[in-house]
């Protein structure tokens, strides 16, 4: 039972190059999450997803764009990144249904993403 | 919109002694969560503590306990006998109790225990 696993670790772009961070589950959440961490700040939510083929908008989630083509997996999408885009990206899944000790997000062990 | 804030961007206390770590927050809801994260150096969030708004008792987890004070809207970490292993980012969060479980998180308060 791996729990969330995020791919890649590590990734530097330059200015207007694309990429995917891929996160996988294995715990058959419903629910997944991306945020992102920038310095001096807690998490702030970009998209989320409540079930396959399902996505909505967070707080932040200007120049990006995800998909959930399976129940397992949430991808996260940069179509032309940018300096400002520069931060630690986690992805995170979680049950649906309110289950007393489980009921929590898990979180992956995060990307650290940096636009040049 | 809901809001968390941490007052307290650093904390440091003698290792064996106790802590406490502050977190407001603002809501109109009458269900929802409030969680306290760990993030060690290796960035991995830990929980390590939930607090469900209905219940009234304060939660507790081996050292760590809060006091959710409803009426005031806030829920301080109190992290007792701290050991050098507790030295890390606290964030204190806000969770709805209806719809997506989307997490609303304050800035964070890096704690650094003193050997």
């Known amino acids: 039972n791996a729990g969330v696993t995020q791919t890649p670790k590590f990734r530097v772009l330059k200015t207007g190059q694309s990429m995917t961070l891929l996160c996988a589950q294995d715990?058959?959440?419903?629910?997944m999450y991306w945020y992102r961490q920038d310095p001096g700040m807690g998490l702030r939510l970009i998209h989320y997803?409540?079930?396959?083929?399902?996505?909505a908008k967070g707080e932040v989630p200007d120049g990006y764009n995800v998909s959930r083509l399976k129940k397992q997996n949430f991808l996260l999408g940069l179509e032309s990144a940018a300096p400002s885009q520069t931060s630690v990206y986690f992805c995170?899944?979680?049950?649906?249904?309110?289950?007393?000790?489980?009921?929590?997000?898990?979180f992956g062990p995060g990307t650290r993403l940096t636009v040049l | 919109a809901q809001t968390v804030t941490q007052s307290q961007p650093e904390m440091s206390v003698q290792e064996a002694e106790t802590v406490t770590l502050s977190c407001t927050y603002d809501?109109?809801?009458?269900?929802?969560?409030l969680f306290w994260y760990k993030q060690p150096p290796s960035r991995q969030m830990i929980l390590v503590i939930r607090?469900?708004?209905?219940?009234?008792q304060n939660a507790t987890e081996n050292r760590f306990s809060v006091n959710f004070q409803k009426a005031a809207k806030s829920f301080s970490l109190k992290i007792s006998d701290s050991q050098l292993g507790d030295a890390a980012m606290y964030f204190c969060?806000?969770?709805?109790?209806?719809?997506?479980?989307?997490?609303?998180f304050g800035q964070g308060t890096r704690l650094t225990i003193n050997p």
């Open positions: 995170a899944s979680s049950y649906s249904v309110r289950r007393e000790s489980t009921d929590t997000q898990y």
């Open positions: 715990m058959n959440h419903e629910y």
């Open positions: 997803s409540v079930g396959e083929g399902t996505t």
């Open positions: 809501t109109s809801e009458s269900d929802y969560y």
């Open positions: 607090q469900e708004a209905y219940k009234q």
């Open positions: 969060a806000y969770r709805s109790g209806q719809g997506a479980q989307k997490l609303v």
